[in-house]
């Protein structure tokens, strides 16, 4: 086989993987973004943070839904802006059947904490019992939250989101539920950040990523 023909062939097998999980964009009200806006933790606000959920979510194929993005700021708790539930990952898998439960022992794993795209970012995962990286240069389970565990806000919060620098810092989850603790780690408020520029996003291991939720 050529090499043109093979990337034909990877190429047509991504597009047939991408439609499977497009089939199920009538169930999915919950995804990691794939990708930051660009600013690190100045996302515009909560406004930009949900139109860029919204963005990446139309551009995946998952359309009629208003998105949220999870995030507190200095007057709002990221709990009380994302609807009542259930929600369910763009693989049709449950996440959580309530806030209640999303904030206890809800479904969010290294397994089902998916993008919009239905790919699994760079995320830990346990060898022997100890978590470690699936490629050595690069990790992206630090998710931008501003909240606490109980799904209220967290002073870390980028400046409510409007701080791009690294002179501010904030509150990260770890969407792989692996990380600094042993055992499982908070998906909300594993560790802060150290500012809240892109580099030290990724320093830290993320890519500036936030978590988006349907809420009808």
């Excluded at 909560?46 to 999870?70: N, P, Q």
């Excluded at 606490?148 to 002179?167: I, L, S, V």
Aim: charged residues 15%.
């Amino acid at each position: 086989m050529t090499k043109t023909n093979r990337y034909l062939a990877i190429s047509a097998g991504a597009a047939l993987i991408a439609g499977l999980a497009y089939a199920q964009a009538d169930n999915a009200s919950f995804f990691v973004t794939s990708v930051n806006p660009g600013q690190g933790g100045n996302l515009g606000g909560l406004a930009g943070a949900d139109a860029h959920c919204t963005s990446l979510a139309e551009a995946a194929g998952i359309e009629g839904k208003t998105w949220r993005a999870y995030l507190s700021t200095s007057t709002v708790d990221a709990r009380d802006r994302i609807g009542s539930g259930p929600w369910y990952n763009v693989n049709g898998e449950m996440i959580a059947a309530n806030v209640a439960e999303l904030h206890s022992d809800n479904n969010i794993t290294n397994e089902t904490a998916v993008d919009e795209n239905g790919v699994l970012p760079d995320y830990l995962h346990l060898v022997d019992g100890a978590a470690v990286r699936r490629d050595e240069d690069s990790l992206a389970h630090d998710i931008l939250t501003g909240t606490n565990d109980d799904g209220t806000k967290n002073e870390a919060t980028c400046n409510n989101w409007t701080n791009g620098t690294a002179d501010s810092s904030g509150m990260l989850g770890h969407a792989d539920r692996l990380g600094r603790a042993p055992g499982v780690n908070s998906w909300t408020a594993a560790h802060g950040s150290s500012g809240c520029d892109m580099p030290s996003l990724i320093q830290t291991g993320g890519a500036g990523g936030l978590y988006c939720f349907a809420i009808d």
